[in-house]
Structure formats: structure tokens, C-alpha cells
């Protein structure tokens, strides 16, 4: 038998064998005992039929037959033989029998490639350290206490203190109205730290049912022109600040104090930008990996991380996509999935080589912050997440990120954070 393997590009291989008629003789005649065990002709009982006669009557169309099977083990035996990692079954792209002499036929599949990491060790990272100062903190502040005022109506916002709620819509530079930039019903509180100046000074003093152009710029900083049309003007009325209202905004019984509120909204701020900075660097130390360790990726991964995301969408939609939503969802899903088996190739080798491994500490945490919570006694709690397969892999993941941070060399940022400011709309 002539056997020979062929690299393609990426993780594609090609697989071509010929085999004599002596040498699928031993196949055939495997092929035709198991037709035996099917057929039945008059004066045998089914599976009693003579093998010669079998093969008289039906010996060369089970030959055709057989040669599909034929070519899938004798595939199927070399991967075997040779230890190949293999990540599909393979496909047949050519066969071709000669009755009496010879098959010829090749498979082409696909390879799990041998990751070879680099670079995962000394890597350079920047961590953000977000900064909450006294000012984003007031602006928190006043949030929460607007989000709590009630409205009265009033025919013209006289100060800041006013809520406005307007139609808008965008002007061509004729005046015209451009279709699809306009919004309806779009509420604007003037004392909103994050409006616009020029916003905040063309609809001070506005009455209801009053119209009036605001010329703005646009984030390329081109000329703008916005209509606004004033349906309802409402004066703010802030909540009484006392100990009821700081409990309720709190979600805490010992928050008595405007003072304690504004300490709570700081705690609440840092935890959350906190996270933010750990979910950045967790984002940065993947795209380094991957940038910094380029891995050929099968065909077969991609395909079956878009397929997930088909199906994921679907059932968003609660509607089956069309092929043209397919095709364009799977162009563009394409470097997104490329991104993902890359860093689950990575992520594995990793582990390998720095042999990772779950312990029961690593699920100790989050036993300790919710077996009050679903009232499961401790023990339980960790046999059941430890039982999770989807917690498992994140906690997994996380250990493998941790590692790469602790080896690396990270420099820290101290960033003030500021709100964004929308320039091409109210």
C-alpha cells in the first residue's frame, strides 16, 4: 500500500493511498460477511447464503460499495499508527476504483497545532488605577438625589433646576430635516453636569411649545444643527436629604448621614472601577498573549465558536437568521472567533506547562460570599461549584491570567475618570 501525507496551508493536511486489489481483498471479503448476515435468497435462511454465491451475484457491486469504508479505515488506521491530533474526521475529496486492480483516493482534514509559546513570561502591561475624587463623587451624589426628586410642571425653566422633555431632530445645512436623526420624547436636566455648555445656555429660559436652533459640532468637530421642540417643562424638587432617604438609597440601615451616604457612593465608585481595572488588565494580558504568539487556527474551531454565536443570537432574536444575516454575521464574527480559539489554545498550553491546576481554596471565596445567601451549608456549596463546568473554566481562566500578571513586568497608571459628553445629539 503507498501511503503519503501532505501539509496545506494552516492545519490542513492532505491524506493519499493506493492500495492493489490483493491488498483490499481482506476488506471485501469483510464486506460480504457482513452482507451475508442481511441477505436472504430463496432456499437459505436469512445470514445462511454460501460466501461464493454471495460473490457471484453480488460481489462487484459490494466491492463499489465497500470502497467509501474502505478508504475511511484505512485513514482512520494510519491517524492511529501515527499519533496525529486530528480536530475533524476528515473529508474524502477524491476516489477512484478500478475493478479487479486498485483504489486511489485522498482525505483532506485538519491538525491541532503544536503551540509553541514565546513569549508569556516578562510580558510589559500597563493596570489602570482609576481615581475617584470628591467631584465625580458629588456628581454621583446629585444623581442619585435627582433620580429621587419629583417634577412639577412649569411653563419656562427659569433657572438651572428644570427638567425639559423635547423632540430633536438634526438639520441638513439648509435647515432641512434629516430622516432618521430624530428622537422623540428625549428628557434634559439642565443641571446635568455631563450637558454641553452651549446645550445648557440655548435652552435656558425655553417655554413650552417653543422651538429654537442649537448650532453645535459634531465629534469630527464639523458644524451641526439640532431643532428641539420644548413638550413639557417641569421644575426639579429635590428629595428631603435625611435618614430615611440616605437608608433607601443605601440599601443599608446604618447610612444615616449625608455625610456616610457620600462614603458609601465612594466605596461603591472605587469597587466598581476597581473591577473595571482588573477586567482591563485581564483584556490586555489576552490581546498580548495573542499578538505575541501567532498560532495557526484550524478552520473547524472558528467555524464551530461562529456557529455558537448563531445560535446565541437566535435565540436573542427568538427568530431563525436568514443565510444573508448568516453570511454577514459570519464575516464579521470571523476575527472575533479567531481571537477566542487563539486564546483558548494559548490558555490550554499554558496550563500544561505550568501545570495549573483548581483547588479547593480557589472556590473558597465565593462559598464564603453566598452560602448565606442561598442558605447551603459550606461544604455543599463548594461540591456544587466545584461540580460547575462553566465556574471551573472561568476560575481556570483567571488563574491562567494571574499567573501571566504575576510574571510580568506591569507599570501602573493613575487615571482621573471623567464622563463622557455626547457632542452630536442632546
Not at 490483493?22 to 469483510?30: A, C, G, I, N, R
Not at 482512520?76 to 476516489?95: E, H, M, P
Not at 430624530?182 to 422651538?211: C, F, Q, T
Not at 455558537?308 to 437566535?314: D, I, P, Q
Request: charged share 35%; hydrophobic share 35%; proline share 4%.
Amino acid at each position: 500500500m503507498e501511503e503519503s501525507l501532505k501539509e496545506l496551508d494552516n492545519c490542513k493536511r492532505e491524506f493519499e493511498a493506493t492500495l492493489s486489489y490483493e491488498e483490499l481483498q481482506p476488506y471485501f471479503d469483510e464486506a460480504i460477511a457482513e452482507q451475508r448476515k442481511k441477505l436472504t435468497l430463496p432456499g437459505f435462511r436469512k445470514g445462511k447464503v454460501p460466501l461464493n454465491l454471495i460473490r457471484k451475484n453480488f460481489g462487484d457491486s459490494i466491492e463499489h460499495l465497500a470502497v467509501e469504508d474502505i478508504a475511511n479505515k484505512v485513514f482512520r488506521d494510519y491517524v492511529l499508527k501515527n499519533k496525529i491530533d486530528i480536530v475533524t474526521a476528515g473529508s474524502l475529496d477524491f476516489i477512484e476504483y478500478q475493478p479487479k486492480d486498485n483504489l486511489k483516493f485522498k482525505i483532506n482534514f485538519e491538525v491541532r497545532p503544536d503551540v509553541e509559546l514565546k513569549n508569556y513570561k516578562g510580558i510589559e502591561l500597563t493596570k489602570i488605577n482609576y481615581e475617584v475624587d470628591e467631584e465625580f463623587v458629588d456628581s454621583e451624589v446629585k444623581l442619585h438625589l435627582y433620580q429621587n426628586s419629583s417634577f412639577e410642571l412649569d411653563g419656562e425653566a427659569l433657572d438651572d433646576e428644570y427638567r425639559l422633555t423635547m423632540d430633536v431632530n438634526n438639520l441638513d445645512e439648509n435647515g432641512e430635516l434629516i430622516i432618521g436623526q430624530s428622537e422623540k420624547d428625549v428628557h434634559v436636566y439642565l443641571n446635568n453636569p455631563d450637558l454641553l455648555p452651549e446645550i445648557k445656555s440655548a435652552l435656558r429660559g425655553i417655554r413650552e411649545g417653543e422651538e429654537r436652533i442649537i448650532d453645535m459640532k459634531n465629534s469630527e468637530g464639523v458644524p451641526v444643527k439640532t431643532k428641539v421642540t420644548i413638550k413639557r417643562v417641569e421644575k426639579v424638587i429635590p428629595p428631603e436629604l435625611n435618614e430615611e432617604l440616605f437608608k433607601k438609597l443605601s440599601g443599608k440601615d446604618d447610612v444615616k448621614t449625608e455625610q456616610e451616604f457620600r462614603e458609601t457612593i465612594r466605596k461603591s465608585l472605587e469597587n466598581y472601577y476597581e473591577n473595571e481595572s482588573k477586567k482591563q488588565l485581564s483584556a490586555a494580558t489576552i490581546k498580548k498573549l495573542i499578538d505575541s504568539n501567532p498560532i495557526p487556527i484550524p478552520e473547524f474551531y472558528i467555524e464551530n465558536i461562529i456557529d455558537g454565536m448563531y445560535k446565541n443570537y437566535e435565540e436573542r432574536l427568538k427568530r431563525k437568521l436568514t443565510p444573508e444575516e448568516k453570511e454577514q454575521m459570519k464575516n464579521s464574527s470571523r476575527p472575533i472567533a479567531h481571537e477566542q480559539a487563539s486564546w483558548y489554545m494559548i490558555r490550554e498550553k499554558i496550563i500544561e506547562l505550568e501545570d495549573l491546576k483548581l483547588t479547593e481554596d480557589d472556590f473558597a471565596e465565593m462559598v464564603k460570599l453566598n452560602f448565606e445567601r442561598f442558605n447551603i451549608p459550606p461544604d455543599k456549596l463548594l461540591e456544587t461549584y466545584m461540580k460547575n463546568p462553566s465556574l471551573t473554566e472561568n476560575l481556570l481562566t483567571e488563574k491562567v491570567i494571574d499567573f501571566v500578571v504575576s510574571n510580568a513586568n506591569v507599570t501602573e497608571e493613575t487615571k482621573k475618570i471623567e464622563t463622557q459628553k455626547t457632542e452630536t445629539q442632546i
